[in-house]
C-alpha cells in the first residue's frame, strides 16, 4: 500500500487549494483515511478524517473551511481547503488505517502548504 500525496503550495491569505492522496495497492476504500498536519515546532494535529461508512470529521480550527471527500472509484482522496489563514502553514500528511491488517498505518510523503498574509 501505497498513499501519494499531492497539491500543496503557496498561497496568499484568503485563496483555496485542493489536496489529493491517492491508495495504490491493496488499500480498501471502507478504511479510514484522512489528513494530519505539522507546523514547524509543533506535534502533529488531525485535520480531517473520513470513515468508511462515509461519516466525516473535523478539527474545530477548519470546520467551515476545509472539505474532504474521497472519490472511492478511483482511491483518492481529496481535501478542499478554503478561506486559508497563515496559521494552515504546515507539511499535510494523508493517513489511512488497514482494518484487513491490524489497523496497519500507513503514511503519504507529506505536501507543504505555505499560507502568506
Known amino acids: 500500500v501505497q498513499l501519494q500525496a499531492s497539491g500543496g503550495g503557496l498561497v496568499q491569505a484568503g485563496g483555496s487549494l485542493r489536496l489529493s492522496c491517492a491508495a495504490s495497492g491493496r488499500f480498501y476504500t471502507t478504511n479510514p483515511i484522512g489528513w494530519y498536519r505539522q507546523a514547524a515546532g509543533k506535534q502533529r494535529e488531525l485535520v480531517s478524517v473520513?470513515?468508511?461508512?462515509?461519516?466525516?470529521n473535523y478539527a474545530d480550527s477548519v470546520k467551515g473551511r476545509f472539505t474532504l471527500s474521497r472519490d472511492n472509484a478511483k482511491n483518492i482522496l481529496f481535501l478542499q481547503m478554503d478561506s486559508l489563514k497563515p496559521e494552515d502553514t504546515a507539511r499535510y500528511y494523508c493517513?489511512?488505517?488497514?482494518?484487513?491488517?491490524?489497523?496497519?498505518?500507513?503514511w503519504g510523503q507529506g505536501t507543504l502548504v505555505t499560507v502568506s498574509s
Open positions: 493517513n489511512g488505517k488497514d482494518y484487513a491488517d491490524y489497523g496497519r498505518e500507513y
Open positions: 473520513i470513515g468508511g461508512g462515509g461519516s466525516v
